[in-house]
């Protein structure tokens, strides 16, 4: 019986026997095999044999069995020879060969179990099951928010429910920060159109708010649609930081049809916000009807004449501004030559940028002529890195001569050279109200710093000085320390890059133990090494109640100039510095314990915290 039953389970088909009358002879019976097909089995011999077989065996049980519960004792004859051929033919299916039952047995088997897993396989590969979104991810969908705060997040679905938990969290928290203080810088935090949606509605009627800076975020021009009339109900928000979002001419359009009426925000920043001229017409118009804007910046956009036309005219109109930025952008000579006509009728503005923007002689030419017919007091300007030779240092000059107001004039990476250095020394002598002047980077050698030099003389009005960038050298720095030891009021020096070596930190420490305003001292990248560091800390040594900042960065040092540093903290009780930078030096691990131990010492003998940068 176990054979029969391991038959039927390799899928061999039910036979049938339906016996005639004259033979007997079995009748197969169409069969559907597993995959479909029609067909008829032929079955062995020896497997119709043990089919007559069982049958019979068990129709010699039934019959026993019937007898039994009739309760009769006797077993008639025909039982018994019912029953002894029941046990022939067991005996025959007994030893029939298990050998060949196998052999048909497990490679159908294994056939089947193969096939099984391949089409499982195959149905896992070919027929892909269908994700059904989160609960998160389908909220998120119908609000048509997506928060990211890092690049490429949202592009990992496990990570896209955190991402949009932390996000919100985030922004809840600079929304608490928006009403608890009057500043607030959020820059690069990278929240983006949708961010800034949430947060300009938690300060439409915020009266805390004075300053918020949104600059880095990803903000576009449709995300500035946000403040359209919410900052026509906040009058307390003063600055408004815009800069380094890609707001473009859309974007200034419609922050300017926003602004146009706005009673609140006196400084709006704009810098590398993707403007160009057609975002500085928008601008301009905005301009000509505000009365609130004091200060604007639009520095590193992509102005160009136009542009600098269109912010002219509004100048000719606008009474309020005082502060106008205009640093990396394309103006050029045409772009100055309308912007000093704007000048001329201009009463307000105090002070004009405008590195960068290619002027040329010409240009400046022009520009000085509408600063000098500029009816209001020009307070500072800011013209580096235009191209502006001896030719345009020449009518700077004379603005210098005439102007009663400027006290900031920035002129640095030109070339004016000696000659153009000479003319603004020769002004300054005649002038009283510039106080910082920076000349760096315009090719300025020995004659022309000693002109500047002998102007210190006479000029007590300068306080900051900036050299830095020029090869004037030793000689240079001899002809300047000579008038900085006992004339002129400068309390901030910068020399960086000059070439000075060992010899001129010699002229520079001997300065250093007469001069009693120098404060602050920049000698980064002058190769000074040892021997001007040991300079410099003899002078140190000696009771200075002036120099505070000294900057030595770039310089070469190494272990026995920081010794000589140190020795020089230690042995001055009174010493005045408080900041010591030593960083970019050849210095080991030895050189910064000394520098560290002097700065201890200092604390423990004088209760004087010195900042010692390696």
Known sequence: MASTSAISLCFIPKISQRFHSNNHTPQLQPYRGAYGHGGLLHTPLSLRRRGRALRFSRLAVRVTASSRAEGGSRRPASGRRVYRQSQTQSSSLSAYPLKQVASFVVP??????????????????????????????????????????????????????????????????????????SVVDMSGCNFGDEGLVFLAERFAYNQTLEGVSFAGNGITAAGLKAFDGILQSNIMLKTLDLSGNPIGDAGAKCLSEILVNNTGITKLQLNSANLGDEGAKAIAEMLKKNSTLRFLELNNNMIEFSGFASLAGALLENKTIRDLQLNGNYGGALGANSLSKGLEGNKSLKELHLHGNSIGDEGIR???????????????????????????????????????????????MNDIGDEGAERIGDALKENRTVKSLDLAGNNIHVKGVSVI?????????????????????????????????????????????????AKGAEFIADMIRYNGTLSNLDLRGNGLRDEGAKCIARSLKVVNEALTSLDLGFNE????????IAQALKAN??????????????????????????????????????????
């Open 108 to 181: 159908a088997g294994l056939f089947l179990a193969v096939t099984f897993v391949l089409w499982k396989v195959v149905e896992k590969l070919l027929v892909p099951k269908s994700k059904k979104p989160s609960n998160v991810e389908e909220k998120t969908a119908k609000q048509g928010l997506e928060w990211s705060f890092a690049a490429g997040t949202n592009l990992l679905s496990g990570l896209g429910a955190k991402i949009d938990r932390e996000s919100k969290q985030k922004l809840n928290e600079f929304a608490k920060e928006l009403r608890a203080f």
């Open 453 to 501: 030099a002998k102007a210190l003389k006479d000029n007590s009005v300068i306080i900051t000085l900036e050299l830095g960038y020029n090869p004037i050298g030793p000689e240079g720095a001899e002809s300047l320390c000579e008038v900085l030891k006992f004339h002129g009021n400068i309390n901030m020096l910068k020399l960086g890059w000059c070439q000075l070596g």
């Open 366 to 412: 022009t520009l000085i002529d509408g600063l000098s017919s500029h009816k209001g007091k020009l307070t500072r300007l800011e013209i580096g890195n235009n191209s502006i030779s001896a030719k345009g240092a020449f009518h700077v000059a004379e603005f210098i001569k005439k102007s009663k107001s400027l006290t900031t004039l920035n002129i640095s």
């Open 573 to 614: 009780e009174d010493v005045r510095i408080t900041y010591l930078n030593l960083s970019r030096n050849l210095m080991t691990k030895f050189g910064h314990s000394a520098l560290s131990d002097a700065r201890d010492h200092v604390y423990e003998m004088t209760e004087k915290e010195v900042e010692v940068v390696f």
């Open 557 to 564: 040092i190494r272990d026995d100039g920081a010794f000589a």
